[in-house]
């Protein structure tokens, strides 16, 4: 019989560096908004009242905290030098593209921190965890390391854990974390199927791929952290992605299909081979019944999916035995796509409700309720393990609420980024913040 086990949704905190740099090729929203004025702790506080929202329903809700940017490390590799205020002024006049990805915010979406392996599936029979390298864009590609770090903080029992670097961080096996990565199962105390969505095999030319945005996905980074992960056979299934939907600007799976429990709900130009995806979960799903839920181009024609984000919503199971979907609110303001939910719910299948959440900072950016979660299914004794520090509550959500007002600015350009006094304001929040949370130092400005 299966232990029991529950899905804890980790939610990026959005640091005080939030804008709209556009620095995301592939993705339409972010480069639709690019050198908007931003505002950071409006972003925070649409964060975090998601956050306090879903806890309140009953949900596990923890936070993974911002990075420490601009990053002057970075910086310092690329042969800048001096004092953080020389570094900031010579980066800002020779090539403010740089600063702009070393001030990105992007951490925000923890759908990309990682891969995570529930211990039902795993050999060893414990979580596994591997940051994603986001090898794909060098704004990106720079989190790794401090997301090893929080992860380690947050899970640090061994007995229960386990802990991989990331990827070697080159096109070959570039790896997208979770955005790319859905758990089917039965319950999440049960074995389950881990789905692996790849954009193109790296090695093999010959197999399709899109022409006109990357793909940032391989088959070979998926088969590396399945094979770090103790994954048999038996517990996964590697599928592509339709190259045409990425040249749609579906830059990640999860702006097209989201999965849980036994329900993948996707669009039908989501999967390169969609029987042939649909017969191996069916296959690996230890006894489940899949319960596929394809939504028509007639229905919600493509560009409507991917300007609404109708799939990077939350899929959530409720305790009456529904699921519940979260979805922004750009949802309800394009007619397709407001019909669809409506019509949704009335079919009385496995989603019950739809419920509207508030993230047009993050969405104006690129990304929607799904992005800004990591999800990880734990045990009871895994759950008591983790540090709960991190975890949100009232006393939590009212904390940090006061500590964004305190920090966060409420507005932030492009010209903003060399400010030397955005760097210390931002150091001295993050400083405070690992002290709210209790990770320790994980900032390489703490060490």
Not at 30 to 47: F, K, T, Y
Not at 202 to 221: H, I, K, M, N, Y
Request: charged letters at 20%.
């Amino acid at each position: 019989m299966p232990r029991h086990a529950i899905e804890a949704n980790f939610d990026g905190l959005v640091g005080p560096t939030h804008n709209y740099a556009g620095l995301s090729w592939g993705n339409v929203a972010s480069r639709s908004n690019v050198h908007a004025v931003a505002n950071p702790r409006e972003a925070a506080l649409q964060g975090l009242q998601k956050m306090k929202r879903l806890a309140g329903r009953g949900y596990v809700q923890g936070i993974l905290p911002p990075h420490e940017r601009p990053h002057i490390p970075t910086l310092k590799a690329l042969g800048f030098t001096g004092s953080d205020a020389d570094i900031l002024k010579a980066v800002a006049e020779q090539n403010p593209v740089v600063l702009a990805a070393v001030a990105s915010a992007s951490s925000m979406w923890t759908a990309n921190a990682a891969t995570v392996s529930a211990s039902a599936d795993t050999a060893d029979h414990r979580v596994h965890f591997t940051p994603a390298n986001l090898s794909a864009k060098f704004h990106r590609s720079i989190e790794h390391v401090v997301t090893g770090r929080a992860l380690g903080s947050i899970f640090s029992d061994e007995a229960y854990f386990a802990h991989h670097k990331a990827l070697p961080s080159v096109s070959q096996f570039g790896d997208e974390g979770a955005a790319n990565h859905t758990r089917l199962c039965a319950s999440h105390g049960a074995p389950g199927v881990e789905l692996f969505v790849y954009g193109q095999a790296a090695f093999d030319e010959s197999r399709p791929a899109p022409v006109r945005f990357p793909a940032r996905q391989t088959l070979e980074a998926s088969q590396a952290i399945a094979r770090l992960h103790g994954l048999t056979d038996n517990h996964v299934v590697f599928a592509q992605q339709n190259p045409a939907a990425i040249d749609s600007g579906v830059f990640h799976n999860d702006v097209i299909a989201v999965g849980n429990g036994n329900v993948l709900f996707y669009h039908e130009q989501a999967f390169l081979d969609e029987k042939r995806l649909l017969a191996d979960v069916r296959a690996r799903l230890h006894g489940a019944e899949l319960q596929a839920i394809k939504v028509m181009e007639s229905d919600v024609p493509l560009s409507d999916a991917v300007a609404s984000y109708l799939f990077n919503s939350q899929l959530l199971s409720t305790p009456e035995g529904g699921m519940m979907l979260a979805v922004p609110g750009e949802c309800r303001e394009i007619a397709s796509v407001s019909n669809f939910l409506d019509g949704l719910v009335a079919a009385g299948g496995p989603i019950t409700s739809v419920e509207v959440f508030d993230v047009k900072q993050s969405m104006r950016n690129g990304g929607g309720p799904a992005c800004l979660r990591l999800r990880v299914a734990l045990m009871d004794d895994e759950l008591n393990a983790m540090h709960q520090g991190v975890l949100m509550d009232d006393a939590l959500f009212e904390r940090l609420s006061i500590w964004v007002q305190g920090h966060y600015r409420d507005e932030l350009s492009q010209a903003d980024l060399a400010d030397p006094m955005l760097l210390e304001e931002s150091r001295h929040a993050l400083d405070e913040l690992t002290g709210i949370l209790g990770l320790g130092s994980i900032y390489d400005f703490q060490r």
